[in-house]
T-cell receptor
Framework: GAVVSQHPSRVICKSGTSVKIECRSL??????MFWYRQFPKKSLMLMAT?????????EQGVEKDKFLINHASLTLSTLTVTSAHPEDSSFYIC?????????FGPGTRLTVL | KQEVTQIPAALSVPEGENLVLNCSFT??????LQWFRQDPGKGLTSLLL?????REQTSGRLNASLDKSSGRSTLYIAASQPGDSATYLC???????????FGPGTSLSVIP
């Protein structure tokens, strides 16, 4: 099946710094990608929809100025957590849909000290 | 608004037992339903995907059924093994390019 990669897989940063997470569709093009967040012992919650060539759509309660999304090409979407704080520590997963199903990246574990 | 629930929230069984995990969704207008496995601290592993026109899918010891009209799906695991211990997530999409809505998951522990 199709492959979606994420980089980095794990990042530890100091409070106040910005962290960029990349999501790539390796063997197909994706005009839309989705970003999810998972807190410990919780399920995955949609944060935003990334659209190639236009602005991202954010879910209610997600700060668009804090979580910057750029869909730079048909195979790459980036999520930048700006001025990260300990409460942003979470597991971030992206996905990209095809006509048959959705494919998920392996996730990025963010720890903010 | 689509909501997905899963019962039970947690389950502990002795090795060898057959078990059933339940998933319910409020809006029957789905494109497909997918079952995932997630090990602690890890990403998602897709187990079975059922298209809206299908009734069930099987892979090895796993069998997933779908009753779209009643908004229900079950994941049947035969002859459970300790290696099956993980969290199982049910998820639905409304259209092929839409966001995925996840259930809260069932945490399974299979005791040797």
């Amino acid at each position: 099946g199709a492959v979606v990669s994420q980089h980095p897989s794990r990042v530890i940063c100091k409070s106040g710094t910005s962290v960029k997470i990349e999501c790539r569709s390796l063997d197909f093009q994706a005009t839309t990608m989705f970003w999810y967040r998972q807190f410990p012992k919780k399920s995955l919650m949609l944060m935003a929809t990334s659209n190639e060539g236009s602005k991202a759509t954010y879910e209610q309660g997600v700060e668009k100025d804090k979580f910057l999304i750029n869909h730079a090409s048909l195979t790459l979407s980036t999520l930048t957590v700006t001025s990260a704080h300990p409460e942003d520590s979470s597991f971030y997963i992206c996905s990209a849909p095809t006509s048959s199903e959705q494919f998920f990246g392996p996730g990025t574990r963010l720890t903010v000290l | 608004k689509q909501e997905v629930t899963q019962i039970p929230a947690a389950l502990s069984v002795p090795e060898g037992e057959n078990l059933v995990l339940n998933c319910s969704f409020t809006d029957s207008a789905i494109y497909n339903l997918q079952w995932f496995r997630q090990d602690p601290g890890k990403g998602l592993t897709s187990l079975l995907l059922i298209q809206s026109s299908q009734r069930e899918q099987t892979s090895g010891r796993l069998n997933a059924s779908l009753d779209k009209s009643s908004g229900r799906s079950t994941l049947y695991i035969a002859a459970s093994q300790p290696g099956d211990s993980a969290t199982y997530l049910c998820a639905v999409v409304k259209t092929s390019y839409d966001k995925v809505i996840f259930g809260p998951g069932t945490s399974l522990s299979v005791i040797p």
